[in-house]
């Protein structure tokens, strides 16, 4: 899988201007498309790097499939589902980097502390079952369960052992993990500048970040849609939910971010802060373009 990495917006413009292979990319997704248009459903072949293995990658109209001119166009991040560990496209992608940093420290003889920003996930179980499989591998995830419960608290409720953690004020810790993962999380958190200096916080020096966020490309301010002021929520923009397996009603987007959001990493002390352009058709990684941030603590 072929990774570029940018830095600014303007990086990321050259890019569309001197190489013409993402719009080849988007043009060939089109072409597959124009073949199934009379399927609600379709699969791909390919290989799963989280498997690591061939598989059959799914396809549907889940997810916000959009109606063109042409035909309908799946949302390729959130589908192209393996039949074998049933992680979509953007969490096969969030893993596959994930391990071989993982496997990497592993190999030269480190332990590894992982904390993900979710627990009732399929990214999630995948990784707390790798953890109880490899040596020296551990791996810690937590929900936001209420402002009412202190961080570290582990809940027995409709699902048992969630740990509790408000990513604003973290209960670990300083420097205590090597990877820290954080998932279509920000988006959700009133104050995204106060978790990403928490992340700094309890990442160990030489520590990585992989961050996945709802994240307009043409953009370079971040929008507030919404900000907690004495407790109360005051909407600046109409409410916008995303889906969250612990409330029916979701969870209230608070921050449509732009470039902005690598400038807020940079501040918090992070280097080499990056967008990572990733595409493959081997592995299922459709949607041009797919990207996920990265960056490290120095030592």
Not at 17 to 22: C, N, R, V
Not at 38 to 55: A, H, I, M, Q
Not at 236 to 251: D, I, M, Q
């Amino acid at each position: 899988m072929k990774i570029r990495k940018f830095q600014s917006q303007q990086d990321f413009q050259n890019l569309l201007a001197q190489h013409p292979d993402i719009r080849e990319h988007a043009a060939f997704e089109v072409a597959i498309m124009s073949r199934r248009q009379g399927n609600k459903r379709f699969s791909l072949e390919g290989y799963c790097k989280v498997c690591e293995r061939p598989t059959t990658f799914l396809v549907d109209r889940l997810f916000g499939a959009q109606e063109t001119a042409e035909g309908w166009l799946p949302n390729w991040r959130e589908r192209l589902v393996c039949t074998h560990c049933h992680l979509k496209n953007r969490l096969r992608a969030m893993l596959h980097a994930i391990k071989e940093v993982a496997l990497t420290r592993l190999s030269k003889g480190q332990s590894v502390s992982l904390y993900a920003m979710e627990q009732i996930t399929s990214l999630f179980a995948w990784l707390n079952k790798k953890s109880q499989q490899i040596e020296n591998l551990t791996c810690v995830g937590s929900e936001y369960l209420g402002e009412k419960i202190e961080g570290g608290t582990i809940v027995d409720g409709i699902i048992k052992g969630i740990r509790h953690e408000n990513i604003e004020a973290l209960s670990f810790a300083d420097h205590s993990f090597d990877i820290i993962t954080s998932n279509d999380v920000l988006e959700h958190v009133n104050l995204p500048e106060q978790a990403i200096a928490e992340m700094y916080r309890v990442l160990k020096k030489e520590g990585e970040i992989f961050i996945t966020i709802p994240f307009h490309l043409n953009a370079f301010q971040t929008i507030r849609r919404a900000q907690l002021v004495n407790g109360e929520i005051k909407h600046l923009l109409p409410p916008l939910y995303h889906g969250n397996p612990l409330s029916k009603k979701g969870s209230l987007v608070f921050n449509d971010f732009g470039w902005e959001f690598l400038e807020q990493l940079k501040a918090a002390g992070f280097c080499d802060v990056s967008l990572c352009h990733y595409w493959s058709y081997l592995y299922g990684y459709l949607g041009e373009p797919q990207y996920y941030f990265w960056a490290y603590k120095p030592n």
